[in-house]
């Protein structure tokens, strides 16, 4: 594991910069490789990611995992994590004030990492790293922000009640690791969106 990375670890788990780590139960660092071409960015822990301190380990992380298995990827080979690394409590939506305290983790993972692209997972990620809303409109397509890229897909938890969804997921992420191997062909991917900082 890189050094950096471990350091930032455990920061995350130390960290009482919000008040979410009074309801707490354990900070959940981002998770996977160091070298991964991409990052997933959820939106916050929920109840089994709370209890064992990783992220989608509950029912919507198996939809992820599901959907990166359909693309021929294993979850070791990618990096995963979250706007706020604490559990908001009933799961409500992490305030503005949370994920603005949190973003440094986000950022330094980011730096660390540097992924070739950035898959955005949800309307709170896609709020909160791009400014943007209405996900269905942007889902399926490739933003670019200060130099980074990032492709837009709905969260795997919206999968669990809506069979149809699945397959806009699997789809999505197939497309995601095409693009992956273009890059890495060095080709000149297109881009659909871009994003004002
Ligand atoms: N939902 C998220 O957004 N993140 C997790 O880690 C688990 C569920
Ligand atoms: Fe710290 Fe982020 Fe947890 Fe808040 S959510 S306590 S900023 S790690």
Redesign the pocket.
Known sequence: MDLNLETLRQ???E???????KT?TN???GKGSFNSDVMFIGE?PGRNEDLQGEPFVGVAGKKLSLALENAGISRDEVYITNT???R?PDNRV?SKI?RD?????LQKEIEIIKPKIICVLGNTAFGSILGGTEITKFRGKVGRKENQLYFITIHPAATIYNQGLIEVLEKDIKKLFELIRELKNGKQISIDIEFST
Do not use: M, S
């Open positions: 920061n995350v788990i960290c009482t910069k919000c008040d979410l780590c707490r900070a959940v660092p916050a706020v690394k604490c908001p992490p949370e305290t949190c973003q440094e983790y």
